[in-house]
């Protein structure tokens, strides 16, 4: 089974610009999370989307969305790019079952660099 | 909210030698426990997960890891490293009820193993 994509690979956008990441989650899969990993916060969870419908979201302004389609892939967009949104992005995807089976699994992630 | 801990930034090991990751998690139930592996500019690969049952699981790679809920505890061992171990590694929690897919994840360790 194909694991988790993600395009691109690697960006560099200017301040001001606005980005657009793209996630594949694993066939079948239907719960995409998205995270952003720096240096000096480390990982941490932006929304997770199941069905098309947003269930979560975690502290990031409202510059930072996403949405799901219905084959279950999946974007993320920042808008008003900052230096500070420079980070790894990483989208995981995981088969959500009552009673267990919660596991994610990421891809190798989008390294945006932001001038 | 949960939280989790890795106390161990940095930790060094001889090829061979035994090893122990530390992982201490706040959370008021039992939670859906994960150790995840990074090498350097890679995605996460998940190593062994822990929802309930044995206390004692085991992942890919020869690694285990033993949940201790008097402890908090989730600590990640392997008998014997192996070069190749060098990576990163990351203990993560995922809570229930309305958090979907929210990994709330320790600031990571870091592995260096010398030959």
């Known amino acids: 089974k194909a694991g988790v994509t993600q395009t691109p690979r690697y960006l560099i956008k200017t301040r001001g610009q606005q980005v657009t990441l793209s996630c594949s989650p694993i066939s079948g899969h239907r719960s995409v999370s998205w995270y952003q990993q720096t240096p000096g916060q480390g990982l941490q969870f932006l929304f997770e989307y199941f069905s098309e419908t947003q269930r979560n979201k975690g502290n990031f302004p409202g510059r930072f969305s996403g949405r799901q389609f219905s084959n279950s892939r999946s974007e993320m967009n920042v808008s008003t790019l900052e230096l500070g949104d420079s980070a790894l992005y990483l989208c995981?995807?995981?088969?959500?079952?009552?009673?267990?089976?919660?596991?994610?699994?990421f891809g190798p992630g989008t390294r945006l660099t932001v001038t | 909210a949960q939280s989790v801990t890795q106390p161990d930034i940095h930790i060094t090991v001889s090829e061979g030698a035994s090893l122990e990751l530390r992982c201490n998690y706040s959370y008021g139930a039992t939670p859906y426990l994960f150790w995840y592996v990074q090498s350097p500019g890679q995605g996460l690969q998940l190593l062994l997960k822990y929802f309930s049952g044995d206390t004692l699981v085991q992942g890919i790679k020869g690694f285990e890891a033993e949940f201790k809920r008097s402890q908090s505890s989730f600590n990640l061992r392997k008998p014997s490293v192996h070069w190749s171990d060098a990576a990163e590694y990351f203990c993560?929690?995922?809570?229930?009820?309305?958090?979907?897919?929210?990994?709330?994840f320790g600031q990571g360790t870091i592995l260096t193993v010398h030959p």
């Open positions: 993560a929690v995922l809570a229930g009820g309305t958090s979907y897919g929210k990994l709330t």
């Open positions: 995981a995807s995981s088969l959500p079952q009552k009673g267990g089976s919660y596991e994610q699994y």
